[in-house]
């Protein structure tokens, strides 16, 4: 095959219609330009021939590495649609082959995910889409190479690289402050995470996938789905885990408007394989994907045409939105409810948990689970002795923080009910949130003296909880709480509702 670099894309594309003609006849031939590829459409075939260009992440200049990509192209695609790529076809001028074209059947238009998912009724797809996915991950290539794509190293740079890559976008077409902010919610989200991400590669969860799953290109047949354009021209793209994987078409069909699909293919998938990981997670690979697509869309600001390249700004724009967005809810976040006794801290706890799905660890019940107690088991003795010596209360908070410490790491936001008293346990806390990298956001609870007292003995009678505190101590612990600056103050003698509410909408502020 001949080896030239002078081939201009024009010519490339007068040279593959000629072809078209010659070798489909009289059929209509519709012809569609991507940003890497030539596509000539017939009613059962798509023939696709590679541009001969040359971009930081791909290389198709001469006719020899056009070949190569094809090449690789139907042989990995085969992995998810072995009946739609067919062969690699040589494209003959004068009975000399100077290029190849690969051959493929095509799918039909109405079918594609995206089309179906905009006329209501994608349930059943995406639940199958779900199910094919987890049986190819299931038996996808894996190896101590492509374990190393899961690691926070590796994520980092990732990031780092895709950033780097926008930021000469980023006042012509993006927002810099914007942009900045999401790749310091990246940094911190990827610094905590170490034991998260070391656990997925021990589970086996790093594999050699799709790298590029869009709505587009995903097709919803009577006999199952198919996944086209996979992505070929570059191993390391494709490797990584597998939530990273369907998060790219889960990121697709909340970009198209259909955020409920894109819950219910992680929910199924997560059914299909078992799998179990933080809600963070698929948030940051949400994020992710969103970010690669937000700069792909810049690189198309750069065409002639204006309205393409309008539109393209746009979509660069909504993406980078959508990023930032995952990334805030999926940030780690280490919540310290406290106060002096009988304030309702563990009630208010168990209902920002209940709204939030985030882990919870109560100091009284790790109390008595360090002295072998059942948590109602009363464990009642004067101030400063038994469970409640210093010495014990020391061994709590530590306890209190180990949990909260490997719960962060685990990309798991976690909220800590204790009192909070001693400035220096609220230091250690900080400390925590650092070393984690997990927003930290305070809040002491207030009631008048008299409620919390009534609320105590209620309680005391009741044996509803694992506290111990009579209105008889209530008094003495509340005269030594110290001053808490930085924590947000909160009138807990409002309904639990109310309570929550306020909390959640202080929590949004904090960031």
């Not at 067919?86 to 089309?115: C, I």
């Not at 940051?284 to 390249?309: M, Q």
Request: include cysteine.
């Amino acid at each position: 095959m001949t080896e030239t670099n002078s081939l201009s894309v024009a010519e490339q594309r007068d040279r593959f219609r000629t072809w078209l003609r010659r070798e489909v006849g009289n059929e209509p031939i519709r012809i569609v330009e991507t940003h890497v590829s030539f596509l000539g459409m017939s009613a059962d075939r798509v023939w696709k021939l590679k541009k001969a260009v040359r971009f930081p992440f791909i290389d198709l200049s001469t006719p020899g590495l056009r070949r190569l990509n094809a090449e690789r192209e139907v042989a990995l695609n085969r992995r998810f649609a072995p009946d739609v790529y067919l062969r690699v076809v040589p494209l003959d001028v004068d009975g000399m082959t100077v290029d190849v074209v690969v051959e493929m059947r095509r799918m039909p238009d109405d079918r594609r995910l995206a089309v179906v998912a905009s006329h209501g009724g994608a349930d059943d797809c995406v639940d199958r889409i779900a199910e094919a996915l987890a049986l190819i991950h299931r038996d996808a290539p894996s190896s101590p190479e492509i374990d190393r794509t899961g690691s926070s190293e590796y994520l980092a740079e990732l990031w780092e690289r895709n950033l780097t890559e926008m930021r000469p976008y980023a006042t012509s077409v993006l927002d810099a402050d914007h942009l900045a902010q999401i790749a310091s919610g990246a940094r911190q989200y990827i610094a905590g995470r170490g034991p998260l991400f070391a656990q997925r590669i021990s589970l086996g969860r790093i594999r050699d996938g799709h790298g590029d799953l869009l709505a587009d290109d995903v097709f919803c047949l009577d006999d199952g789905p198919r996944f086209l354009d996979c992505l070929e021209f570059d191993d390391q793209l494709r490797y990584g885990d597998v939530l990273g994987d369907v998060a790219f078409l889960a990121m697709d069909l909340e970009r198209l408007g259909h955020p409920d699909l894109a819950g219910r293919l992680l929910d199924r998938y997560r059914q299909a394989t078992g799998d179990s990981w933080p809600p963070s997670l698929a948030d940051f690979y949400v994020a992710y994907r969103a970010i690669v697509r937000s700069k792909i869309a810049c690189l198309g600001t750069t065409v002639d045409d204006t309205a393409a390249a309008s539109a393209a700004s746009e979509m660069a724009r909504r993406l980078l939105g959508l990023a930032a967005a995952h990334l805030a809810r999926g940030r780690v976040r280490l919540v310290l409810v406290g106060g002096p006794p009988a304030t309702g801290k563990t009630t208010l706890a168990r209902e920002l948990a209940r709204r939030t799905g985030w882990a919870v660890v109560h100091s009284d019940e790790v109390r008595k689970a360090l002295a072998g107690l059942e948590p109602r088991t009363s464990a009642a003795d004067e101030l400063d002795s038994g469970l409640y010596s210093p010495a014990w209360n020391g061994r709590t908070y530590d306890a209190v923080l180990d949990t909260a410490r490997a719960l962060l790491g685990r990309g798991e936001s976690v909220i800590l009910d204790a009192s909070w008293s001693d400035a220096a346990r609220r230091d250690d806390a900080a400390r925590l949130a650092t070393s984690t990298a997990s927003s930290l956001t305070s809040f002491v609870l207030t009631v008048p003296a008299e409620l919390a007292d009534a609320r105590a003995r209620s309680r005391a009678s009741a044996h509803t909880d694992a506290s111990d505190v009579s209105d008889t101590l209530s008094e003495s612990l509340r005269s030594r709480f110290t001053a808490w600056p930085g924590a947000i103050e909160v009138d807990a003698a409002q309904s639990l509702n109310v309570l929550a509410l306020r909390v959640l909408e202080e929590l949004q502020h904090a960031g």
